[in-house]
């Protein structure tokens, strides 16, 4: 597991990621792809909105974008950071791409798919299941998601 240090800092940029998609008016969510050798490839935050795709998540297009500059459909040796638990949607993207770990913030009991709902990499059709660790700064990321809807309400 990455240390404590290396977290914070790849979680600040993943909650950069989710505030400027909060500004945007998308839901906000972070995510930062980080190779095992240390250099960041891809960061992004949700565009479902702005670009009319509801398979626009932050995780998504981190991977696509890690993906497409590696010219590689799988990143064995990559670590993805996210201020939200991965839906189904992006649980999948991350078992398809072989994501070795996977570090979330806050858990999401209704749209989770990781610790919660269909807890996708428990599945005996799971084909590839990352290390997960949960909870990095979950308050943090549960009151940048509540203050979002509340304003939206």
Not at 12 to 41: C, D, H, N, T, W
Not at 51 to 75: K, N, Q, V, Y
Not at 81 to 105: D, N, Q
């Amino acid at each position: 597991m990455t240390d404590q240090s290396e977290n914070a800092g790849y979680f600040q940029i993943a909650f950069a990621e989710a505030e400027a998609a909060g500004l945007r008016g998308e839901v906000p969510v972070g995510a930062v792809l980080v190779s095992a050798k240390g250099p960041i490839l891809a960061r992004s935050g949700n565009r479902t909105e702005e670009l009319a795709d509801p398979t626009a998540h932050a995780e998504t297009l981190a991977i696509r974008s890690a993906c497409a500059s590696r010219g590689e459909p799988r990143l064995p040796d990559c670590d993805l950071y996210v201020t939200l638990e991965p839906c189904a949607l992006c649980a999948a993207a991350i078992s398809f791409a072989r994501i070795r770990r996977v570090y979330f913030g806050a858990w999401d009991m209704k749209g989770g798919a990781v610790d919660h709902g269909p807890r996708f990499f428990t599945q005996p059709t799971c084909l590839h299941a990352p290390e997960v660790y949960g909870g990095f700064e979950a308050a943090r990321a549960g009151e940048m998601l509540r203050g979002f809807f509340t304003m939206r309400r």
